[in-house]
């Protein structure tokens, strides 16, 4: 069993940066994809990076380059740092995660959502003048 829970969201103005910090608690050992997903109203779930056991990133190829993602504490903090932030950014943010070694096929750079069945509940970024 894995729970997650999101924080360090808020209210940024266009071209702003934001840290965003996920504590991933797990009940056993293990080996875990921990990824970055957005959700804008109306909109699909969007992955937006990856990250596995081993430290190795991927990025959906909208996200590359503003967006970094990052690890820690042997998997026990998840971090997003967002840089340049436009308006259309603007969504709930979430971390998720899926007990697989490396973030592979639909894993990668979360390209399939549903193949993650732990979710934390989400923290609100909102990009506004």
């Known amino acids: 069993q894995v729970q997650l829970a999101e924080s360090g969201g808020g209210s940024v103005q266009p071209g702003g940066s934001l840290r965003l910090s996920c504590q991933v608690s797990k009940s056993s050992s293990g080996y875990f994809c921990l990824g970055w997903f957005r959700q804008a109203p109306g909109k699909e779930r969007q992955g937006i990076a990856t990250?596995?056991?081993?430290?190795?990133?991927t990025y959906a190829d909208s996200m590359r380059g503003r967006f970094d993602i990052t690890q820690d504490n042997g998997q026990g903090t998840l971090y997003l740092q967002m840089n340049t932030l436009q308006f259309d950014d603007t969504a709930v943010y979430y971390c998720?995660?899926?007990?697989?070694?490396?973030?592979?096929?639909?894993?990668?750079?979360?390209?399939?959502?549903?193949?993650?069945?732990?979710w934390g509940q989400g923290t609100q970024v909102t990009v506004s003048s």
């Open positions: 998720a995660a899926a007990q697989t070694l490396r973030c592979l096929g639909g894993y990668s750079a979360g390209r399939i959502p549903a193949q993650f069945p732990y």
């Open positions: 990250i596995d056991y081993y430290g190795t990133p």
